[in-house]
């Protein structure tokens, strides 16, 4: 008869344990009955990097990587990426269900109207050199952002935590916009409420001397779907920064910073950077058989923008994106470099190496190109990475302060260091 356990034998005391399978999944802690004798801790599993531990049960997004899926809370990311916004999708992220008309222009008119930031966070962010990556005065500045709000610790009461993230995701753009203008020795560009959350990021960002701000429309679309595809990824490495600093019970700007810190990691929000180093490196379409030689030469090189941890079929994601950079080239011109990310895709998508691999292109490959021709500095692009993705953060996060299985993070380790030893006075030492 089948049953939803799992028979274990210890070998190493001849006992039998029964544990129970539920959502595919055993319970580590049901392990720690298995004991050698009564002063054993208990079987511990070991699990770096977290590779196959489930940290947590979760509503919000949906992933299956052989097939290539990707949904929020249901609905595929190819139907909102056509049909949705930024903000009705982050919407559905943080709420559970898309809004009705009502809601929706409730959550726009909040969203729109909570983009000022205290001025004292522009003698912040004046405290930084002139070339401090942006990404370091992001991080600072929603940590600092916090402090304006005390009551944000207050994180048990549901209307004081809808009250913060409605603050976190209006006010990303415009310290995210501050960031760049400090960065390119330009004044504060104040948000403009008549314009949609992307056009009014572009505005911060670009506007000069023209009294109204007037954003390309085939660039602010282009924008809000990349905020769309980035907005959520489940518990990826900023995602479980954000639900481990967050389990502490701190206010969320704190967790909002250091899920911001595990984004700029190079082997997180960085890829995008590198797929620009890369296509300007190889420089020609000529160089391209040359530069995928040198990839599967195994001297180390990578093909950047290419390969998942988790999707081994394709990266939904890319495909879409590969629409807009055509969309946004069409009003910018022709990147140089896309001839050159054609070929070596065309090449890559042949070639036995990639093939057997499965190494297809991952959402960075076209939106470095993108965000290039959009005129934003390379290292602004994990900053353009990190706006949507607070969405995302704070569902997480709202749904482990809510989840009863949830405590604060503590992972267990193997201690492999000395055994307990006397302390040795200096002039004893060898
Ligand atoms: N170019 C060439 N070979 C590759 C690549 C690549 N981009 N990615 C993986 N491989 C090879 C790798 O050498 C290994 O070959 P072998 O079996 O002969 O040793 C095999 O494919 C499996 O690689 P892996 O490192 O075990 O795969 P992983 O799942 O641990 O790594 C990855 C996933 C994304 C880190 C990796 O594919 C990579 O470094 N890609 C380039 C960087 C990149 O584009 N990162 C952005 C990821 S998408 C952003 C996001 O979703 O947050």
Redesign the pocket.
Known sequence: MASDTLSITDNRTGKKYEVPIAEGTIKATDLRQIKTDAGDFGLMTYDPAFMNTAACRSAITFIDGDKGILEYRGYPIEQLAEKSTYLETAYLLLRGSLPSKDDLARWKNDVTYHTFINENLKGLLDAFRYNAHPMGKLISTVAALGTFYPEAKNITDPEVRARQVTRIVAKMITIAAFAYRHMVGQRYAYPDNDLSYAANFLNMVFKTTETKYKPNPAMERALDVLFILHAD?EQ?CSTSAMRAVGSSHVDPYSAVAAAAAALYGP??GG?NE??IRMLTEIGSVKNVPAFIGR?KSGEGV????????VYKNY?PRAKIIKKVAYEVFEVTGKSPLLDIALELERIALEDEY?VK?K?YP???FYSGLIYQAMKFPMDMFPVLFAIPRVSGWLSQWEEMLQDPDQKIARPRQIFVGAARRDYTPIDKRP
């Open positions: 990824h990826n082997l997180h890829a590198e797929v990839v990578r093909l950047m923008g290419f390969g998942h941890r990266d990639f691999r190494l991952n959402v960075d």
